[in-house]
């Protein structure tokens, strides 16, 4: 077992967070982590990367839930198409009974999260987005024609298709464990569960921009060696130019794991603006609420005429 799953972090997220399974229909159960007070109806949302499941987003969860916001982690169900899971993500919210929501996608996550926001963009529905290490158009993996094959492939091949995009350089220690727990996830998801990620994740098919003006976004992305290439990343900035981005030096593909306080800390730049709204994710004139806010005053003088925010 690697480093971070024999971590105490991560034994004491086990222990405290409730596992939740969440049933929208006679074929889609969604796995969910569900923390912070229920009384905010516009949560962040987490969405895992294709290797994932929902629980590699715990130390955001354990942290920014300790902080007043509510935050929730999702776990796909089987689903083959944008369509089917943008109506079955929608189901889910419905059944949470949530107002809007803002979405942190990671990877495919990020790629999701887009389409959700197209697919409600005539009743928006998302708020805002962060989207780390992602993409626009699925060509850019250059699988589209395979893409309808996945599903009869055996577990061990489609394995090996996901870790062939991990990092395989020398790299820091926590950027190490981060693939580590990650390549442990990967084992657990059976051929039918990855089978239907890598379809939706190289299934032709792009994001249409034009439908997401009215959404607030964060483009935060690492400036080291990760599974997408330099000119991926500049295309997600000319789509989105009005975004902030959040740059962060280093920490791979999974720098929410790796890099935990320098994410959790962007997250919180990117939320504040909305801290005295009906749609703040977190409680509004609670002591949480108002300690936040003054603990985020230095960031405000920090960032307020700065477009661009960098991690060292």
């Given at each position: ?18 596992q ?12 969910i ?8 109806s516009?949560?962040?949302i ?9 629980d ?13 916001y509510?935050v929730?982690s ?13 109506k079955s ?7 949470l ?5 803002h979405l ?5 996550g990020g790629?999701?999260?887009q389409?959700?926001?197209?697919h409600?963009h ?14 626009i ?10 893409a ?7 577990a061990?091949?489609l394995?090996?298709m996901?870790?062939g ?5 020398l ?18 998801l ?9 379809t939706l ?17 964060m483009?935060?992305?690492v ?7 330099p000119?991926v990343?500049e295309e997600?900035?000319k789509?989105?130019?009005?975004a ?8 791979g ?15 919180q730049?990117?939320l504040?603006?909305?801290?005295d ?12 609420g ?23």
């Amino acid at each position: 077992m690697g480093e971070f799953m024999e971590s105490q972090e991560y034994q004491s997220f086990r222990s405290n967070i409730p596992q939740r399974k969440i049933c929208v229909s006679d074929s889609e159960t969604w796995t969910i982590y569900d923390a912070g007070p229920r009384t905010v109806s516009c949560p962040l949302i987490f969405l895992p990367p294709i290797s994932s499941q929902a629980d590699i987003f715990f130390k955001q969860i354990l942290t920014l839930s300790s902080m007043g916001y509510r935050v929730i982690s999702v776990e796909y169900p089987v689903l083959w198409t944008i369509e089917e899971f943008c109506k079955s993500f929608r189901r889910l919210v419905d059944h949470l009974q949530l107002d809007k929501v803002h979405l942190f996608g990671a990877s495919l996550g990020g790629f999701l999260a887009q389409k959700f926001a197209e697919h409600t963009h005539v009743s928006p529905f998302v708020h805002s987005m962060i989207l780390c290490n992602t993409f626009i158009d699925t060509s850019v993996f250059r699988k589209t024609g395979s893409a309808q094959t996945y599903w009869m492939l055996p577990a061990l091949v489609l394995k090996k298709m996901v870790m062939g995009t991990f990092n395989k350089g020398l790299v820091d220690d926590r950027t190490a464990d981060s693939i580590d727990f990650v390549v442990e996830s990967l084992e657990r998801l059976n051929q039918s569960e990855l089978a239907s990620r890598l379809t939706l994740n190289c299934a032709e098919d792009y994001v249409q921009p034009q439908k997401l003006r009215d959404v607030s976004v964060m483009i935060m992305d690492v400036n080291d060696d990760s599974a997408l290439c330099p000119s991926v990343k500049e295309e997600m900035c000319k789509c989105y130019p009005e975004a902030r981005r959040a740059h962060l030096k280093n920490g791979g593909n999974f720098p929410y794991l790796s890099r935990p306080d320098e994410v959790n800390l962007f997250i919180q730049i990117h939320l504040q603006k909305f801290l005295d709204t009906r749609y703040s994710a977190i409680e509004r004139n609670s002591d949480h609420g108002r300690l936040h806010q003054a603990s985020t005053q230095q960031q405000d003088d920090i960032a307020a005429n700065d477009h661009s925010i960098m991690s060292s």
